[in-house]
């Protein structure tokens, strides 16, 4: 499959009449890091995304808001914490897989999510990090209780609304060993579903889910399935505990119907229709737009992301595909195909940074893709986030210019 060059991509969007580009965060525009807390955004960057303004959207499954969340990252990038709300300065779109909306200003909201779901989760980080106490001893026996402590604090992301557990820092306590780092990956499992039981107990079955990133797709029963640790990559090395609904491709419709209602004056999908109200299914989210948005109302849409899996497996006869962005991207990519224009896909190398990924520079993208996947990456960005910010920028400056 013939791909485009980054320059023929920037050459055929730079006069696109309607452009909406969708586009997640960590490992794309910024480097991925083993904690959160030390991540950088380019001020360049911010700059060119606020003059995309209406053609741009952030669907990312971190967060706006809070001590970890992107806000403080722009506030920091442009030295000023309330320039950025003055001005329209902060990244449009949606968080925490979709529940988390914010405009340009800061004015953020959780569309469909209940006080009692929001207290359960203002909760969840103190009881991650004790059932961390329980099992990491066993797994760690070498490692002191008080070190194990630290470990275990920081390896909570107390954010607001998708609590998770990082093993970044925990893996680093047993480096190139394989075998330690799988079991770790099934005692988060474990521990995750655990928190799901309790909050079960408490009413709330229905109301979360467990993303795992990066993942190998979905099992029978709809669980996403963890990645493995092997030589060379960490597999999974987080789980978030998430509302439900919290799904990019429910949040890729979302931005449409936002995006459709700013530039037509109306919303096709309605002015309330959330991810906690839209479907799950890709089936069904596909019919819904087929049902309610004309095809000619439909923008240029591009998706830009950086986590997509591709295993073969056990059995040799197929494979298990994944990643946080391949949902939204092959999404993305059938709405092109069903109003006739190419809708295209993105993807950035984070290899880059210092979280173990497989990379696009010998071009065979194994462990990414394979010759049978139906998604179609249309540009790769081999240099990773720096790259992509170069690019990135030309576009806006062109378009800005036309």
Same mark, same amino acid.
């Given at each position: ?9 920037? %050459? ?10 969708? =586009?997640?965060? !960590? ?19 911010? @700059?060119?995304?606020?003059?995309? !303004? ?38 449009? /779109? ?8 914010? @405009? ?33 001893? /066993? ?18 992301? @107390?954010? =607001?609304? #998708? ?5 970044? /820092? ?18 988060? #499992?474990? $521990? ?14 229905? #109301? ?31 789980? %978030? ?28 999908? +309605? ?14 989210? $596909? ?36 990643? #946080? ?27 880059? +940074? ?18 049978? @996947?139906?998604?179609?990456? !249309? ?15 030309? $576009? ?7």
């Amino acid at each position: 499959m013939s791909r485009l060059t980054p320059d023929q991509l920037l %050459q055929e969007l730079t006069c696109a009449e309607d452009l909406l580009i969708v =586009q997640d965060l !960590d490992g794309v525009c910024m480097q991925l890091v083993k904690d959160p807390l030390t991540r950088r955004i380019d001020p360049s960057y911010v @700059d060119a995304v606020a003059a995309l !303004d209406g053609e741009f959207a952030v669907l990312t499954n971190g967060e706006h808001e809070g001590r970890r969340g992107v806000n403080r990252l722009v506030e920091q990038a442009l030295g000023d914490s309330d320039l950025p709300r003055c001005e329209g300065r902060y990244l449009p /779109g949606l968080a925490a897989g979709g529940v988390q909306l914010q @405009d340009r200003f800061g004015d953020l909201s959780h569309p469909g999510v209940s006080p009692a779901e929001m207290a359960f989760l203002a909760a969840a980080p103190i009881r991650m990090e004790a059932l961390l106490m329980e099992r990491l001893p /066993g797994l760690l026996p070498q490692v002191g209780v008080d070190y194990l402590a630290e470990v275990a604090k920081a390896a909570v992301l @107390d954010t =607001q609304v #998708s609590p998770t557990i990082n093993l970044n /820092g925990i893996f680093e306590l047993v480096p190139a060993d394989v075998t330690t780092q799988q079991a770790l990956q099934t005692m988060l #499992s474990e $521990l995750m579903h655990q928190l799901l039981a309790e909050a079960a107990d408490q009413g709330l079955e229905e #109301s979360f889910f467990l993303h795992v990133a990066p993942n190998l797709g979905r099992d029978a029963q709809g669980q996403e399935r963890i990645k493995p640790a092997a030589a060379g990559d960490v597999g999974t090395t987080d789980i %978030q505990f998430m509302l439900t609904g919290s799904i990019k491709e429910a949040g890729l419709l979302v931005l449409l119907n936002h995006h459709i209602q700013r530039r037509w004056g109306e919303s096709p999908l +309605g002015e309330t229709f959330n991810v906690r109200t839209a479907p799950h299914d890709p089936e069904a989210l $596909l019919a819904l737009v087929q049902q309610r948005i004309p095809a000619q109302r439909m923008p240029l849409l591009v998706g830009v992301g950086d986590t997509v899996t591709s295993t073969a497996s056990a059995d040799g006869t197929g494979w298990l595909r994944g990643g #946080s962005d391949r949902g939204f991207l092959n999404l993305l990519q059938d709405l092109g195909a069903w109003c006739g224009q190419s809708n295209r896909v993105v993807l950035v190398d984070s290899s880059h +940074g210092e979280v173990d990924r497989p990379s696009h520079a010998d071009g065979n993208l194994q462990g990414i893709t394979n010759p049978q @996947d139906p998604l179609r990456i !249309d540009a790769l960005m081999p240099d990773g986030p720096e790259q992509y910010i170069a690019w990135f920028r030309k $576009l806006s400056e062109r378009r800005r210019v036309g």
